[in-house]
């Protein structure tokens, strides 16, 4: 059975998400950043009155960290751990993969990243990463971020 996953890129690296969990995919818009926050969470952004947090991926990812640019991209997904924003270097593609196109993640990976990757998508000689959504945020900060009558105030950055 072929499921389609949306690939991008971090830091030369590509990665790849199930396309059913994305909801939408935006240009980098400023944050609002909030204090004391780990896990690569950037800040929230106001979409459309819900706040939104917003995970950084190259700082999840461990990956060299840089300042977000125009040519950045948010990619808004839901998950089990509630709706929030990667911000990525750039989004590639839709892919279709086949269960035979998928790998197991070797031993050998990080710990840290080992637990963030469901498997290795080959394509030829080109390799995607494959993320699991639920597993690479903490599922309590997101929720706290989306909570009904959340006390964060946001500045409205993009009502469309």
């Known amino acids: 059975m072929q499921r389609e996953y949306l690939t991008f890129a971090i830091a030369a690296q590509d990665y790849g998400v199930d396309i059913l969990s994305v909801r939408e995919i935006r240009g980098w818009t400023k944050e609002t950043p909030l204090p004391n926050t780990a896990g690569g969470v950037r800040g929230v952004i106001n979409l459309r009155g819900q706040v939104i947090p917003i995970f950084d991926l190259r700082i999840r990812l461990h990956a060299e960290a840089t300042p977000p640019t125009a040519n950045h991209v948010v990619i808004i997904v839901e998950a089990r751990a509630g709706i929030y924003g990667l911000l990525v270097d ?9 269960e035979t196109d998928l790998q197991p993640v070797p031993d050998t990976v990080a710990d840290a990243e080992h637990g963030f990757l469901t498997a290795l998508a080959t394509r030829g000689e080109h390799m995607v990463s494959l993320l699991d959504l639920d597993r690479l945020v903490e599922g309590r900060t997101v929720a706290a971020l989306n909570a009904p009558g959340s006390d964060i105030e946001t500045p409205l950055l993009d009502a469309a």
């Open 90 to 98: 750039a989004v590639s593609d839709i892919v279709s993969l086949d």
